[in-house]
């Protein structure tokens, strides 16, 4: 397992070299689709898409997409203005998503999530692209994984890579060797303000608890979360109940 913290403070974008290196997260002849939130995370993700596309053995495309709900603000002019500076493809997509609310169905964080990953896989399916980038970050895995374990009985996380069943499509996470702190450090550097949303639907009470067992259980430690993260890879079944 690569060692996450060979350096005190690895740049992102060697962080994200290794993640696509371990888990060959691209590949030559790729059609890549990276959903945009105009947040943080997502913003970093297609900056090291646009500054990788310019690499003489680049070898593949890319598309920013905002899927954008009927309930949320427009995409942040100021995150527009740089994907214009580093050439990024962009387009938006308008998704009435309280419409497919059914009787009795609660509108919430989870179902806008859901049907917004739905339209991204549709899009992609239609227009060729055979992958899809998601911004999610080593913490957002870490707190999937315990919200699993403690809500569901389940030893599951969001995985690097992704193979859809059914179809030709895989799910993508360049930033699975990188911590939020790192990607608020990165935004401050880069000068782009984050976006949050401020919908009146939001319910993240289960995800807010994980994080804060999280950072309780690795008392806030970088790298006893890379640790952690590593765990997954390292799998004794000898001393697990099967």
């Not at 680049?58 to 740089?82: H, N, Q, R, T, V």
């Not at 806008?112 to 911004?135: F, H, V």
């Not at 999280?214 to 799998?235: C, P, V």
């Amino acid at each position: 397992m690569y060692n996450l913290i060979m350096k005190k403070h690895p740049k992102l974008s060697s962080l994200i070299d290794k993640a696509c290196f371990d888990y060959n997260l691209i590949e030559k002849g790729d059609r890549i689709l990276i959903g945009a939130s105009g947040g943080k995370d997502s913003t970093a993700l297609i900056k090291y898409f646009a500054n990788r596309a310019k690499r003489p053995e680049c070898g593949f495309e890319y598309k920013a997409l905002f899927i954008k709900s009927d309930f949320a603000p427009e995409f942040p002019e100021g995150i527009m203005a740089k994907f214009r500076e580093w050439g990024v493809p962009f387009e938006k997509l308008n998704v009435n998503v309280l419409e497919r609310v059914k009787p009795g169905q609660k509108m919430s964080c989870w179902w806008c999530s859901t049907q917004r990953r739905s339209e991204l896989l549709s899009y992609a399916l239609d227009n060729g692209y055979n992958k899809i980038a998601l911004g999610h970050h080593m913490d957002d895995i870490l707190e999937t994984l315990l919200m699993n374990m403690l809500n569901k009985g389940e030893l599951a996380a969001m995985p690097p890579r992704l193979k859809y069943d059914k179809f030709p499509v895989s799910v993508v996470r360049p930033l699975c060797y990188v911590s939020e702190e790192r990607l608020i450090e990165q935004a401050k550097e880069e000068g782009y303000a984050g976006y949050t949303c401020t919908c009146n639907y939001q319910d993240n009470s289960d995800r807010k608890e994980a994080r804060r067992k999280l950072e309780e259980l690795t008392e806030g430690s970088q790298a006893k979360k890379e640790r952690l993260f590593a765990s997954l890879r390292n799998i004794q079944p000898l001393y697990l109940p099967v």
